[in-house]
């Protein structure tokens, strides 16, 4: 087996350029379709990680279709209605860095109150004291970096809607639970928010409100509408079908390129099936001449595939890999998150389809494995002389 494989090796080789061509196209076609794949199902499965932690209502003023502030004594109403296990207001928004270029998201957390979201209690119950000293903020490590790159290690100073500057210390950065929920996170005591942001006293951002059943968010949802027509109800499933559908339509881009890839590679494998050139029969046939048994000829041919799409399959998966971990997949990564958002920058969380690539193995290695192995083994089948003929 050891001799059949140099072999077959010596045979690629000698058909230099066109195997070269076949495993540089193979291989790229397989690394297009891996990179797509590994990037969508990374974001995603941060995505919805993220969303998992939201709370099952958000309830929000709309004035003249805009967003606006909300009475955050409509929390209480809110909150006595019947399957509703809590409603919180909450103050929270985003601050425009513009040295960085960046959106920072402030949220107001209560030192030792209970928030909509257990990572914020976790935050707040461990920064309880700093938070508590005036003008304190605990940020994100995204935010830490950013505000360092512009000499902000200690403290920052944050403009007011009235033009006023408001200096506020870094009092410690906490480990966020996933990238893209903490990574532009700036965490401060509530009321310290709404002397940055300009916010009345009595009012909320939003309203957050958790549900004990899930199977009663639907009707609860429509019972707050009803009670309050001047807000906008978003439930935990319509923020899933959303980003679901940007996803959908992202993916849509990379449409083009997916099926210039497929039809390259059935150019390939029609190429292989339609049978062998001149010099690959003739080959077969001195083999043949020489002594050479059937399953010899097609040992040869299956290493020569191997070679080709098994190493193309290697390569190109190493090479996804490390272009969308390793590089942060540039320009890919911006079509699917849109150049237009301003965030601190965050490495792509390591989550490996197995099933996606087990798929992409098995739809494109078995099938040029065949294409190879069928045609050799019509021609093998053939006498030596109607072979070199």
């Not at 911006?334 to 389809?353: A, I, N, Q, R, T």
Request: glycine share 6%.
């Amino acid at each position: 087996m050891k001799n059949l494989f140099a072999f077959a090796l010596s045979s690629l080789t000698r058909r230099g350029s066109k195997n070269f061509f076949i495993f540089t196209i193979f291989t790229l076609m397989i690394f297009i379709l891996a990179a797509i794949f590994t990037i969508t199902h990374a974001l995603k499965s941060e995505m919805f990680m993220t969303l998992d932690a939201l709370p099952d209502i958000t309830v929000q003023r709309v004035v003249a279709g805009k967003q606006t502030d909300i009475e955050a004594s409509r929390s209480e109403t809110i909150a006595g209605m019947f399957g509703v296990a809590d409603a919180v207001p909450r103050v929270w928004g985003y601050y425009y860095f513009a040295k960085a270029g960046v959106n920072f998201s402030i949220v107001g957390v209560e030192a030792f109150g209970t928030s909509y979201k257990k990572s914020l209690d976790v935050v707040a119950e461990t920064y309880a004291d700093r938070l508590m000293e005036e003008n304190t903020m605990i940020v994100g490590p995204g935010v830490a970096e950013t505000l360092k790159r512009h000499f902000f290690s200690d403290y920052f100073y944050f403009v007011k809607p009235d033009g006023d500057l408001k200096k506020v210390t870094i009092a410690g950065v906490f480990k966020p639970s996933t990238v893209l929920e903490s990574n532009d996170i700036i965490v401060m005591e509530i009321g310290l928010v709404r002397d940055i942001f300009g916010m009345d006293d009595t009012m909320a951002t939003d309203i957050v409100v958790r549900v004990a059943n899930p199977e009663e968010i639907p009707t609860i949802a429509r019972k707050i509408s009803e009670i309050y027509p001047d807000t906008r109800v978003v439930t935990k499933e319509d923020l899933k079908i959303s980003y679901q559908n940007v996803f959908d339509y992202k993916s849509g881009i990379f449409l083009a390129l997916f099926i210039i890839a497929i039809f390259t590679f059935f150019i390939i494998i029609y190429d292989k099936a339609s049978g062998l050139s001149s010099e690959e029969k003739r080959e077969i046939g001195i083999l043949k001449a020489l002594g050479w048994k059937i399953g010899d000829i097609l040992q040869v041919k299956f290493f020569e595939a191997i070679v080709i799409s098994f190493g193309g399959y290697l390569l190109a998966v190493t090479l996804a890999l490390g272009y969308v971990f390793g590089l942060d997949a540039p320009l890919m990564r911006s079509l699917f998150m849109g150049y237009s958002v301003l965030k601190p920058p965050f490495e792509l969380p390591f989550v490996l389809d197995v099933g996606t690539l087990a798929l992409i193995f098995f739809a494109t290695v078995p099938v040029y494995i065949a294409a190879t192995l069928i045609p050799s083994w019509k021609a093998a089948t053939l006498e030596a002389d109607e072979v070199i003929r």
